[in-house]
């Protein structure tokens, strides 16, 4: 469903009402071309601190593509700021000095990168303590610029070095972060040796991967984005969706498999459709998931237990099944979707919530033991995303749930994609352990 708001805010009558009338004015956002994915462009200002620890490897980071390094004489550019120099809140006035100085150069969706390190990987008090101030930092920033599109988003390396900064920072300065926006990622010891010649705008040539809930929606854009970046999707969906999933991998040379996902025979009968693929198993994007919302009084205990085998239950017995063979052994992912309603609770939707939650909880208990197998574990929790079922909310929510984010507008399913198709490159296999919010900074469970 269209944001016709957003049309008519930007429209020559509409910018001259909304300003006059100070309302909010959601900018236009640039996506990623389907025809040219993953092209990184413009010009960059990189700055550091005293003591900075991954200047240079920033540059050898994003050598091969065709961003323009410049200086501070520059007028417009996006901003990368390597700020694990930082080893006392004395020492803030470097960050302070270089985003005062240059934030207002940022063009039109611009991009902010911050790069630190992870506080709770630092023996010294003060320097964990001035390192944390990033979070709260970036996400002020990503307040501030977001009325011009733009984003602003922390790396926090982990005790290992430069090793797979490449694949984050190009991510968190591509089109496809439109909508990712005040995020932490961090950065851990990789799970499995990084690709040195590495095709970026087709990272998953010769790889399957499993989509559930494929037939539609962000399902539909997951199979699509990673489709586009080369992989063979095999898209799981109910029987009820046959038809309409069988139309969809058609178009996409992909795999339909019409199944209930919390019958008893579903793990295995996935396996088997795996094996018989010839390209490597690099995925499984869980994204299958229902909604019964109700108040909890009123809930009926089916209400309860069918969301909730759906949306985490399922998800278990199946991982369970794949990690008891080794189709996704040294550098398979896993990816969970989970929601804002999990990180922040939401009316009338606890069952929900907890089903959410409970999928990161997921993520962060399993991914020291996928990463000694050689397999990472991340999750997305969108926000407010155009779909058919937030079109059938009503009008006034609609408008109030699209406007309560930095970006003041509700977000795409290929959003959503995008940092799935980021978690399942090859390169992002120092990722693991992440759950990152695509949602244009909404102050829900900000």
């Known amino acids: 469903m269209s944001d016709k708001y957003l049309e008519f805010a930007n429209s020559k009558l509409g910018r001259s009402i909304v300003s006059v009338l100070g309302l909010p004015k959601p900018p236009r956002l640039i996506r990623e071309d389907s025809n040219n994915p993953h092209y990184l462009s413009g010009n960059l ?37 390597d700020a694990s120099g930082i080893r006392s809140t004395d020492q803030t006035t470097e960050l302070y000095q270089f985003f005062h100085n240059n934030l207002a150069k940022l063009p039109r969706c611009g991009r902010v990168v911050i790069i630190g390190q992870q506080p709770s990987n630092i023996d010294n008090v003060e320097h964990a303590i001035a390192q944390r101030g990033l979070v709260g930092f970036m996400k002020s920033v990503a307040k501030e610029i977001g009325r011009k599109g733009a984003t602003a988003n922390l790396i926090y390396l982990n005790g290992f070095g430069h090793k797979g900064l490449a694949a984050p920072l190009r991510f968190l300065l591509s089109a496809g972060c439109a909508y990712t926006n005040g995020q932490v990622i961090t950065l851990t010891t990789p799970v499995t040796d990084i690709i040195p010649e590495h095709h970026w705008q087709q990272p998953l040539n010769g790889k399957s991967v499993v989509v559930t809930g494929a037939a539609r929606g962000i399902g539909l854009a997951m199979s699509q984005v990673l489709a586009r970046d080369g992989a063979m999707v095999i898209g799981v969906d109910v029987p009820q969706s046959k038809e309409q999933l069988e139309k ?10 019409a199944l209930d996902i919390t019958a008893e025979d579903a793990p295995q009968r996935l396996i088997d459709c795996c094996a018989q693929q010839e390209e490597k198993l690099q995925a499984v994007v869980h994204n299958a998931g229902i909604t019964r919302d109700k108040m909890l009084s009123r809930m009926t205990e089916q209400q309860w237990q069918l969301l909730v085998d759906i949306n985490i239950g399922s998800i278990q017995r199946i991982n369970h099944a794949l990690l008891a063979t080794q ?63 937030t079109a059938a909310i009503p009008f006034a929510t609609r408008q109030f749930g699209r406007r309560l984010c930095s970006l003041s507008q509700g977000g795409l399913p290929e959003d959503v994609a995008e940092v799935v198709a980021f978690y399942l490159s090859p390169q992002a296999s120092g990722v693991n ?7 244009g900074q909404n102050l829900m469970g900000a």
Do not use: W
């Not at 959410?356 to 926000?383: E, F, H, L, Q, Y």
């Not at 352990?433 to 949602?439: A, F, K, M, S, W």
């Open 327 to 389: 189709m996704l052994d040294q550098g398979g992912r896993i990816v969970g979707v989970a929601s804002i309603s999990g990180i922040a609770g939401n009316l009338g939707q606890s069952n929900y919530a907890y089903s959410k939650s409970a999928v990161i909880g997921m993520v962060d208990s399993m991914a020291p033991i996928c990463a000694k197998r050689g397999i990472t574990i991340n999750a997305v929790a969108p926000g407010f995303i155009e779909t058919k079922m």
């Open 248 to 257: 969809a991998m058609s178009e996409l040379d992909g795999i339909a498999l």
């Open 433 to 439: 352990g992440n759950t990152i919010r695509v949602c």
């Open 45 to 81: 200002l990189c700055g550091t601190t005293t003591g900075a620890l991954y200047g240079t490897q920033i540059n050898q980071s994003l050598g091969a593509t065709e961003v323009n390094f410049v200086s501070e004489e520059a007028e417009s550019c996006h901003l990368v700021f």
